[in-house]
């Protein structure tokens, strides 16, 4: 008998030891070509603004020096272009901006404010020579039509209708932000598409996470369809760095005319409310 | 227009008359069980003639019986037998009995002359097995595994570390049709993928086709494996078993009426679960983990056989196992089965000496069931696909040369695709989700097999397939074409073409072989796939031991499914939704070196081969990228060396260059739109599959010790699996530290460095099994 549980267990145990993950990577990574990123957010209201990056090596350490949400490090300065609205030209400066705790390192002087269904475009040309392309439109604006909030027991929960009145496909991007003493916390971040409405109309709910004295705030921002791709395509290979069952993918965005160069140009609009539970 | 010339060839090749020899007729059986063999080489030295025995033994080759004339009957894991018939005489109807192989110098002699039958054969791309060689070689834990022996060919490419999974010349592991005894069968693993459906106890030959399929075959674009179990003896009760490390079978035969109806039963189970039990009962495993997960597997094969009457025989098939995991905690439970179970009704029918019926009835259904609780709420997720057929087939022989094939095939599927199911146990909560679409497929086929002077061999045919649901047809005509031509004694040269097509898709963007990949039929959104494949070969036989092959192939694979860039797969309702649609090409070179005779025997096997995927929507702008499987080398040894009747050696190596996989190769900060402030990282991916993994090579050995007692025959068998403890990479994973704030948390959004690991399966090995016969 112990004959014959030590040649079963003694591979078993070689087998539950080769289970362990083995040591770090063998592999050779294909050569990293870098990327530059632009980001760029145009709202009515607002200056126009733009952050340029480069890409890393994804194993390459980070700086712990500038841990704290400084992207200074990846900064591309000396890209030089113009951003165009409605067909009138406005140079793009490289002047550095910190605003809201964003950080923007290329800015348009002399444009105040953006109009519904203005027409926007961008052109870039960067220090290394790629030369990109990209355009936009301010999209309309989509209302919240109420809140409500349901209540159980000494918790309260958000209910928030809107209408998408076009007979196009419109987006929205929900933003539910709970505002608790001094810390506000993100509850829910949902981009939407208007094929999803029953008859234009569409109902966001949140868990009970809200009690009496916190400060709701709901925001819709209304955007175009390249930012809704560009935002599930970043969103989905943040989730599958961790999740086996989502497939990864190229960032999917709206700048052209170089594969060195990716990111996004957008505007948007904003409706917001801010409600304290009473 | 494209079919008309494979339709004339067929048609012309059909009243081409041969010699007007006499004919000699028999059977060839096993002398042990006086079971039919089927595929057994004949050759007549003299006649320069040669053929094979059908699915009942039968046989029939012309001979010339004004001389003298020798016989020679050759079986893969048979002694081989020659006869001498003389001139003049008047019975030529026979009865063959063959022996099973023993390693023997005598035998040894024997096989030589198998050689030479295969150099004059017309198959291309094929691959056949017997019981004997898939459990003499070396396994994991010592289970002998009929697949992991097919991935030893060249050609054929495991999936990952350990897997059952068959990739072969380019196409994935879906694109395989598996039958058991003629069924298929939907998913042929056992322990995610480490060993197959197929209990060798019950094997009698296993034959793989990678090109020039026979019309017979279809529904899948890559290749054929026809599995078949032997009958059990109808001249007395005999039992067979074996215990391993990790599994115990045990076979009993018997005859109901002695020479006319016999009956097999097996059953394999694992015990590792009876072993955690025992582990769990004597040794403290700490709080940390509450339980050892409980996982087993079972199988169970039956076969009846009966010769109602000198021209009818009747086979009852069936199969069924289940593999079953399960974790119990205190709130929250993980139960896992998935299983196949299939059946048959076979009637052999023989109308005359040269016009016989097969008529099958089957049954065929693979499920899984993933049971959670989480506190009250059970959750259950499963998928299954239910197929129930019947096929005639009608084998006519004209002549001694010619051998014409005509049948019908209907399948009805039923599917149950992503179920979803959410219940409280009070009762209060019901939800249920998922598809469950009905559809048909049908086949009819014709075949002409002829040989013209023994020199030039051609088999043609074509296929006519179609595929019904509610709001779709499609069809498709496969035309198929194999030929061979002997140069010499010592030299032939192979040619096939053949279209196949594939109406049903098993989806997972795993890699590896998960019960829970999903079967899905073809529909509006989803084409059926079909492949074009081109191959050409030679065989040498270089001396009387060694025969060199040489096979190219070219095979286009047309309506390919991928997973679109960003979709979630796992629970999803609407799986159409999820995949884009695109093409691939595969070619390749293989070398094969076999050596079947002398003390030491075996093979080495190498394939050069490049596979490419593209045109798919969304995914790389179009442009061609390399599948997982795409390996570019891929190098076998094998070898057995008989020391003497009781003890032998047999030893396997395998190499193979790495297969691909997807990483991102850069990264960088997300900072957003206003109102929100975070900035996480980003991983950046390039085009799919760009990474390739490390090489991969492996060494085992196994020794066999036989026993010949007075009671019956046993054997030992010793091995050690991955013998110089390589860390092969099954898979690799991305793992990223993050930062530690003051409270001793992470910060998921403050990634101190990323690395990729990589996840090694099995070290060296030990194995030992023990196993009888009486």
New interface residues.
């Given amino acids: 008998m112990r004959f014959i549980f030590r040649i079963i267990f003694i591979p078993i145990c070689f087998f539950g030891i080769s289970c362990e993950p083995g040591d770090g990577a063998l592999i050779d990574l294909p050569e990293l070509k870098t990327k530059y990123v632009v980001e760029s957010y145009l709202m009515p209201g607002e200056s126009p603004r733009f952050l340029i990056t480069h890409t890393d090596g994804f194993i390459k350490d980070y700086d712990i020096n500038s841990q704290d949400n400084d992207i200074s490090t990846e900064m591309v300065e000396g890209v030089v272009g113009a951003l165009y609205i409605n067909g009138e030209s406005h140079e793009v400066v490289n002047k550095h901006l910190e605003y809201e705790g964003k950080f923007y390192n290329y800015q348009v002087s002399g444009v105040d404010s953006l109009g519904q269904n203005d027409v926007l475009e961008l052109e870039l040309t960067f220090p290394t020579g790629e030369k990109v392309y990209s355009k936009s439109r301010v999209p309309e604006l989509i209302e919240i039509d109420s809140i409500a909030f349901n209540k159980s027991e000494n918790r309260y929960g958000d209910v928030l209708y809107i209408t998408f009145d076009k007979p196009e496909t419109q987006y929205v991007r929900r933003i539910l932000l709970r505002v608790r003493g001094k810390y506000t916390q993100l509850i829910q971040d949902l981009p939407v598409s208007g094929s999803l409405s029953n008859n234009g109309k569409m109902v966001f709910g949140s868990e009970m996470d809200f009690r009496r004295g916190d400060t709701v705030i709901s925001r819709i921002y209304s955007i175009n369809k390249e930012y809704y791709d560009y935002y599930n395509s970043i969103f989905m290979n943040l989730q599958s760095n961790t999740n086996p069952f989502v497939q990864p993918g190229q960032i999917s965005g709206n700048i052209v005319g170089s594969d060195k160069v990716v990111g996004i140009f957008t505007a948007m609009q904003m409706a917001d409310s801010l409600v304290v539970v009473k | 227009m494209k079919l008309y010339p494979v339709i004339l060839l067929v048609l012309l090749t059909l009243p081409l008359m041969g010699q007007t020899e006499k004919s000699l007729k028999g059977v060839v059986k096993d002398a042990s069980n006086e079971k039919p063999l089927e595929a057994v080489s004949i050759f007549c030295k003299e006649c320069a003639n040669g053929t094979y025995t059908d699915s009942l033994g039968r046989f029939e080759i012309p001979i010339n019986n004004q001389i003298s004339v020798h016989i020679k009957f050759s079986y893969v894991g048979y002694k081989s037998r020659s006869i001498l018939i003389k001139e003049g005489t008047d019975n030529l109807n026979l009865t063959i009995s063959l022996q099973e192989e023993v390693s023997t110098l005598k035998e040894v002699v024997v096989t030589n002359d198998s050689e030479k039958d295969r150099l004059l054969a017309a198959d291309l791309g094929s691959e056949q097995l017997s019981a004997n060689e898939i459990k003499e070689l070396p396994s994991i834990?010592g289970e002998s595994d009929v697949l992991k022996t097919f991935q030893l060919k060249p050609g054929i490419l495991s999936g990952s570390e350990g897997n059952s999974t068959l990739f072969i010349r380019g196409g994935k592991g879906d694109q395989n049709l598996v039958l058991l005894d003629g069924i298929p069968i939907y998913n042929p693993n056992h322990l995610l993928g480490f060993l197959s459906t197929f209990n060798s106890s019950v094997l009698q030959s296993a034959k793989l086709y990678k090109a020039g399929f026979p019309s017979n075959y279809g529904g899948r674009i890559s290749s054929v494996i026809d599995i078949k179990t032997r009958p059990g003896n109808d001249k007395g009760i005999h039992a067979s078993g074996g215990v391993g490390?990790i599994s115990a079978d045990l076979t009993i035969e018997a005859p109901l009426k002695k020479n006319h109806t016999s009956l097999l039963i097996s059953g394999r189970r694992t015990h590792?679960d009876y072993?955690s039990g025992?582990?769990e009962d004597n040794f403290d495993i700490g709080n940390s983990l509450q339980e050892i997960p409980d996982y087993h597997f079972y199988d169970f094969n039956f076969k009846l056989k009966s010769q109602l009457s000198d021209n009818d025989r009747l086979e009852v098939n069936g199969y069924t196992g289940r593999d079953d995991f399960k974790t119990l905690y205190e709130v929250h439970d993980i139960d896992v089965d998935w299983g196949n179970s299939l059946g048959s009704l076979i009637w052999n029918h023989k109308f005359t000496d040269r016009l016989f019926l097969n008529t099958t009835v089957s049954y065929s259904e693979f499920s899984h069931n993933l049971n959670n609780r989480i506190d009250e709420f059970d959750f259950v997720l499963g998928s299954k696909i239910l197929n129930t057929g019947s096929k005639m087939d009608l084998t006519y022989q004209p002549r001694h040369n010619q051998l014409v094939k005509v049948g019908v095939n209907y399948s009805m599927y039923k599917f149950d695709i992503g179920r979803l199911q959410v219940d409280n146990q009070g009762g209060e909560v019901e939800f249920s989700s998922g598809e469950k679409p009905q559809v048909q497929e049908l086949a009819a086929y014709i075949a002409n097999d002829y040989e013209i002077k023994d020199r030039f061999h051609i088999v043609s045919g074509v296929r006519f397939s179609g595929f019904i649901n509610k709001t779709n047809r499609f069809f498709s005509i496969e035309p198929r074409i194999g030929a061979s031509f002997v140069v010499n004694t010592n030299f032939s040269i192979k040619s096939a073409y053949t279209r196949m097509t594939q109406y049903i898709h098993q989806v997972s963007?795993?890699g590896l072989s998960l019960p829970t990949d999903i079967w899905y039929p073809s529909n509006e959104n989803i084409a059926p796939q079909y492949s074009d494949q081109i191959s050409v070969g030679w065989n040498y036989q270089l001396n009387d031991q060694f025969l060199l092959t040489h096979e190219l192939y070219y095979k286009s694979l047309e309506n390919q499914i991928e997973?679109?860039?960003?979709?979630?797969?796992?629970a999803s309702n609407q799986l159409d939704d999820k995949f884009t649609f695109g093409r691939g090409d595969a070619f390749g070179t293989e070398l094969y070196l076999e050596k079947r005779s002398g003390k030491l025997t075996g093979w080495i096997g190498y394939t050069l081969a490049k596979v490419q995927r593209g045109k798919f929507d969304g995914?790389?702008g179009g442009n061609y990228f390399p599948p997982r499987h795409d390996r570019r080398h891929d190098l076998s040894i094998v070898a057995s060396f008989a020391f003497n009747k009781k003890w032998s050696l047999s030893s396997t190596f395998v190499f193979g260059s790495?297969d691909k996989t997807?990483?991102?190769?850069?990264?960088?900060?997300?900072?957003?739109?206003?109102?929100?402030?975070?900035?996480?990282v980003?991983?950046?991916?390039?085009?799919r599959n760009?990474?390739?993994?490390?090489d991969y090579h492996r060494l085992d050995a196994s020794i066999v010790r036989k026993f010949f007692t007075e009671w019956g025959d046993h054997e030992i068998i010793v091995g050690v699996y991955n013998a110089y403890n390589r860390?092969n990479?099954y898979f690799?994973?991305?793992d990223?530290q993050y930062?530690i704030d003051e409270n001793g948390k992470e910060n998921k959004e403050?990634?101190?460095?990323?690395?990729?690991?990589?996840?090694?399966?099995?070290?060296?090995?030990?194995?030992?099994r023990w196993n009888f016969k009486f």
């Fill in positions: 834990l490390l590792i072993l025992v582990i963007n795993s997973f679109k860039n960003h979709s979630i797969i796992f995914i790389s790495g997807w990483l991102p190769t850069g990264r960088f900060h997300f900072q957003d739109m206003p109102g929100k402030n975070s900035t996480p980003v991983p950046v991916y390039e085009d760009s990474v390739s993994l490390p860390k990479p690799l994973y991305l990223t930062h403050l990634p101190v460095n990323s690395s990729i690991k990589q996840v090694s399966l099995f070290p060296i090995l030990p194995s030992f």
